[in-house]
Every structure is written in structure tokens, then in C-alpha cells.
């Protein structure tokens, strides 16, 4: 019936429940207080005993009760907000909370879809479980109970029928909980799913253009609305079959309570107006409960997003609040193995070192381990067995913002944000003076053509589709370069892009290498030929390492692909990657 874990953390609220439970059970006795009179001035008028102070009394109560219920009203309105509004806004900053602790391994835990749904959506459903559905379920108790004690005065076997039919309800809710248990997870998990497929959809609309797949994966979102449309349909309809088998049981019980109130008056045991009584508040004894039912899908979604909510919250915090002052920038593996599932390991036992100012490249057919080599020194991935240490502390023990701090990673797909350049280059170093801003440009040999466009504050489209490749990867680089970091890694910074541009690239990175720790991984060896280590990456694997000329003398792998490779290049004229 309670999610034990909301009702803990959210421990404050229990005053603004206890208020609501107060308000509801005030308004209820208002009524009462209305029906017993109207019971009373029913049974004057039915043996023609009514006169006017009796007709002015009622109106005058009426009034009065209409006013509390009013106030009441407005009070439950305001409690019910504040309950659920602290709610609502304690838990998204948990949200945002976990996700910056967990960093840019966040995705380990939940896909970047669901954690929107659960900090929105989510959230949202937890409102009318604080404001409405926990009151509701212990007025519901209070209720009946007051009641009895009321009709119990007037006759003992009316007021048992009435309390022992009231159980009923929650049976009959208990029942709905088992169904909707499995349904509202399999409603959540559909929701989830389809906002993935369209958050990639979305993410991907011009390669589904170009390819002409966005008719084929438009028909996929189809099919998958369309089980979500089912799903839901399938929610609604349990809703609706279980406020009706409510309401029967509801009135069911309040006809039992009025039958067996007649006959009692009939036999002379209670009075006309007590009987009018019972008969106008019998149904009384069921509204809460039922009002209870129909808020309890609500409160089974809130719980099924509770559930979600709290899964994330519970991960335990990858990045340690640590060492903040890392002294060295070398980078050490020791024994690494990592996969991203259980089936196959993408590492085995990788070991090496990159020492501090030097110039190391990472070399090895697609798929063979390196992005996931840069990805778990940016401390993207956690479940790795072995050692990885960043200035000789364990990436485990150091902060995220000391990593990021420390290391700077440029990809080919790095990030360039709708806006100015100014704005770009400032992310890499808030503070930088604007000379320094310029002095970046012109290291990547990107100033003349910013001059010419408006200089600093030349307007990015987003993703930087007003530059070429080459150009947005220059702009990421004086980015990066205004980032100042000791260490940096280039994960094919320079793939897909102009020659010109991966020269002035390569300058850029082998200049860098003088003064930082570099960590190059190329597909194309030309580029690597200058560094003070080549890894060669083979499934996971460091099969060979040394200088190139190390390397080519070796005569191994290492040399095979780059003699391929620079027999081809000599023949096409062009670069060529392996
Ligand atoms: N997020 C991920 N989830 C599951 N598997 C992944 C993920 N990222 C990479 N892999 C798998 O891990 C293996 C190594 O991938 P990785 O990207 O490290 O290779 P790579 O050598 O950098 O390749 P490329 O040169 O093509 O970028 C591949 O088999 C890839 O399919």
C-alpha cells in the first residue's frame, strides 16, 4: 500500500499529511453535522411538525457548514501543494545530484532517456501520491470509524454491517495490486523504451535522411507507439474495471446499511429521523475508501517510479571525493580487463605506462579496445579489474572534477554548442583574457578565417553546421588547448577531416607533447610515427610496443599494416587509415 522508502525520506511531510487527514475528517463531520439536521427537520416535516425557526436553523447550518468546508477546502489545497511541491523539488535535485556524481558514467546506470522521463514524468507522479493518495488512505481509515462510533449510538447491528462491509474495498484494491504490479512495470518499461527510440531517431534524423531509412524507422516508432498505446490502454481499462468492482462493493454496502436500517426502524428500534440519518451518511462510510481506490492506479505508478527513482539514487557513487591536487601526468594500466557485459571482454590484461611530457599513440584495426582504453581514463566506466592510475593515484580515488581537470579528451565527434565562438572557446577556460582566445586560433590556424566571419562573436549554428569538419575540429582543439590540461587524449581527432587540417593538427598534437602527456590513437600510422611509443592493440590486446622504428624492425604486425598502408597512400596520393 506504501512505498516505506518515499515515506522515510520525505519524513517533513508528515505534518502536512496529518493536516490533510485533519481538514478532510473536519469537512466530514461538517456534513454529518448537515445530514443529522436535515435527517431531524426530514422527520419534523414528514409528521407535519416543522415551523419556521426550524426552516432558518437549517438554512443557518447549511451556511456554517458550507463556509468550513470551504476553508477546509482551501487549507487541503495548500498543504497538499506543499507536500508535494517539496517533493517534487527535493527529488529532482537528487536526480541532478547522482547523475553529477555519477559523471560521465551516469550511462552505466540508466540511459540518458530514462533519466529524463524519471526526473520529469516521474517526479510528476509522485505529486498526487504525497498530496492526495497518503491523506486519502489514513482518512479512509479515520472515517469509517468516526462513523460508527456516530450510528453506533443510534443501533449497534446497523453501524457493524456498515464497518464490516467497508474491508471489502481494500480487498478488492489488494486484488488490483497484484494485477497492476506487473502491468504498470511492463507500462514503464514500454514508456522508457519508446522515449530512447525517439530521443535516437531524433539524435540521428540526417543519416536516416540521408540513407532514406526514416520511413523504415518511422514504421519502427509506429509499431512501438503502437504496443505503448496498447499498454496504456490496457492500464486505463484495469483502472476503470477497478473503480467499478469499487463502486459495487461501495454501494452494495451502503444498500445493506440502508436495508437493514429500515428494518429497524420498522421494528421500532431506531427513530424516523435516526433512520433518515443512517440512509443519507451510509454512503459515507464508503467514499473515502472508494475516492481511495480510484487515487491508488496513481499511487501504484508513483510507487513503480519511486521504484525507478530510487534504483538510481541507490547506485553508489563512482567518482570519489578524493585527492583534488593530482602532482604527476603520467598514465598507468596495470592488468586492466574490462567489458561491457559479462559475454565478452573488450580489455584483457592490458598493461603500460605513458609518462609524464611524452607522446604516446594507440594503434589497432576498428574495434579492437582503444576508444574504450581513453574512455575508461576519463573515468567513463567503473567495472574494471586491475589498476588505472593518473598521476599515480587510482582513477577510483580521484574526483571527477580534478579528472576532467587534469585530462582533456578530443574526439572526432567532439561537441561544438549553438552560440559564439567566444562562448566555445570560454568552456575550455572561463577566465582566459580575449589575447589568449586568439592566441589559441592561431595555434590551430583557425584566426584569419574566424576574423574574417566576425571574429569572437561569430554565431555558431548547432553542432557547428556552419563549419567544415576540419574547422570544427581546430575550434575543439583551441577549445582544448585553452583547457590547459597535463594531459591530453586525441581519439581520432583527426579522422574524416581535410589534410590540411589534420596537419595543422598534428603540429598542434606534437607540439603539445613537448610540454604534456599525449595520448594519440589513430587509424592512420603516418601519424604515429613520431611518437615515443606506438601500442599496437590486437582484440584487446597489446600485442607489440616501441618506437616506430622499433616496431618496423621488429617486422611484426605493426610493420606489415604500415608498409600496407604507406604503399597505398604512395599509390592513391591520398591518406589512408587501417
Ligand atoms: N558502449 C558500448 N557498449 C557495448 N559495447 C561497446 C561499447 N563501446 C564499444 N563497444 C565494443 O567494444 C569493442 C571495442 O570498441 P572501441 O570503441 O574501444 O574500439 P576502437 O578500437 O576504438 O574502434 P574504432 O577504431 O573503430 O573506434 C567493440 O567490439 C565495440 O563493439
Redesign the pocket.
Known amino acids: 500500500m506504501f512505498n516505506q522508502r518515499l515515506m522515510k525520506e520525505f519524513k517533513e511531510n508528515q505534518k502536512y499529511v496529518a493536516g490533510m487527514v485533519v481538514t478532510l475528517w473536519v469537512t466530514l463531520m461538517a456534513n454529518v453535522l448537515l445530514i443529522y439536521f436535515a435527517a431531524l427537520f426530514m422527520e419534523k416535516m414528514l409528521k407535519g411538525d416543522v415551523i419556521l425557526s426550524d426552516g432558518v436553523c437549517l438554512i443557518l447550518i447549511l451556511a456554517g457548514v458550507w463556509v468550513l468546508r470551504a476553508v477546509m477546502n482551501t487549507l487541503n489545497s495548500r498543504m497538499s501543494f506543499a507536500a508535494s511541491s517539496s517533493v517534487k523539488q527535493r527529488l529532482r535535485e537528487k536526480i541532478y545530484g547522482k547523475l553529477m556524481d555519477l559523471g560521465a558514467s551516469y550511462r552505466e546506470s540508466v540511459s540518458s532517456s530514462e533519466a529524463v522521463q524519471i526526473s520529469t514524468e516521474g517526479v510528476e507522479q509522485l505529486e498526487i501520491y504525497f498530496g492526495k493518495y497518503v491523506p486519502q488512505f489514513f482518512y479512509s481509515l479515520l472515517a469509517p470509524l468516526t462513523l460508527f462510533v456516530i450510528v453506533g449510538t443510534m443501533t449497534l447491528k446497523v453501524a457493524v454491517v456498515l464497518l464490516i462491509c467497508v474491508p471489502l474495498i481494500p480487498l478488492a484494491i489488494v486484488a488490483v495490486q497484484k494485477l497492476a504490479k506487473k502491468m504498470l512495470a511492463k507500462y514503464w518499461g514500454t514508456y522508457t523504451h519508446l522515449g530512447d527510440s525517439f530521443l535516437q531517431c531524433l539524435q540521428g534524423l540526417t543519416t536516416l535522411k540521408i540513407y532514406q531509412a526514416d520511413e523504415h524507422y518511422s514504421k519502427k516508432m509506429d509499431q512501438e507507439s503502437e504496443t505503448f498505446r496498447k499498454v496504456t490502454m490496457r492500464v486505463l481499462i484495469m483502472q476503470l474495471n477497478s473503480i467499478s468492482i469499487m463502486d459495487l462493493v461501495a454501494y452494495g454496502g451502503a444498500a445493506a446499511g440502508i436495508i437493514l436500517a429500515i428494518l429497524e426502524c420498522r421494528a421500532a428500534n431506531i427513530g424516523l429521523g435516526q433512520c433518515l440519518f443512517i440512509i443519507l451518511v451510509s454512503a459515507e462510510f464508503f467514499l473515502p475508501l472508494r475516492l481511495l481506490g480510484s487515487f491508488f492506479h496513481i499511487a501504484m505508478n508513483g510507487n513503480a517510479a519511486a521504484n525507478k527513482i530510487f534504483n538510481l539514487l541507490d547506485r553508489p557513487s563512482k567518482v570519489h571525493s578524493g585527492e583534488e591536487k593530482i602532482k604527476g601526468s603520467d598514465i598507468v594500466f596495470d592488468q586492466v580487463s574490462f567489458g561491457?557485459?559479462q559475454e565478452?571482454e573488450?580489455l584483457q590484461k592490458i598493461s603500460f605506462s605513458a609518462e609524464d611530457h611524452s607522446f604516446t599513440a594507440l594503434v589497432?584495426?576498428?574495434?579492437?579496445?582503444?576508444?574504450?582504453?581513453a574512455?575508461l581514463i576519463m573515468g567513463a566506466y567503473s567495472g574494471y579489474t586491475g589498476q588505472i592510475c593518473v598521476g599515480g593515484i587510482p582513477i577510483e580515488n580521484i574526483n571527477e572534477g580534478s579528472l576532467y581537470k587534469k585530462v582533456t579528451r578530443i574526439c572526432h565527434d567532439s561537441y561544438v554548442f549553438g552560440g559564439t565562438v567566444e562562448e566555445n572557446l570560454r568552456m575550455g577556460n572561463p577566465g582566459a583574457e580575449q589575447e589568449q582566445l586568439y592566441r589559441a586560433l592561431k595555434e590551430v590556424d583557425l584566426y584569419e578565417t574566424i576574423m574574417e566571419k566576425g571574429g569572437l562573436s561569430m554565431v555558431i549554428e548547432e553542432k557547428a553546421a556552419n563549419l567544415s569538419g576540419g574547422q570544427k575540429q581546430r575550434l575543439c582543439l583551441a577549445r582544448a588547448i585553452l583547457h590547459d590540461s597535463d594531459i591530453y587524449i586525441f581519439d581520432?581527432a583527426t579522422s574524416n577531416i581535410d589534410a590540411e587540417s589534420e596537419n595543422k593538427i598534428m603540429e598542434v598534437v606534437e607540439r603539445l607533447a613537448k610540454t604534456k602527456t599525449v595520448i594519440l590513437?589513430s587509424?592512420r600510422l603516418a601519424n604515429v610515427v613520431r611518437a615515443d611509443k606506438i601500442l599496437v592493440?590486437k582484440e584487446g590486446k597489446i600485442t607489440e610496443q616501441g618506437t616506430h622504428r622499433e616496431l618496423v624492425n621488429a617486422g611484426g604486425y605493426y610493420s606489415q599494416i604500415f608498409n600496407r598502408q604507406k604503399e597505398l597512400e604512395n599509390y592513391s596520393g591520398k591518406a589512408v587509415a587501417l
Not at 364 to 369: A, D, I, L, Q
Open positions: 561491457y557485459d565478452k573488450v589497432g584495426v576498428s574495434g579492437c579496445g582503444k576508444s574504450t582504453i574512455s581520432e590513437i587509424h592493440l
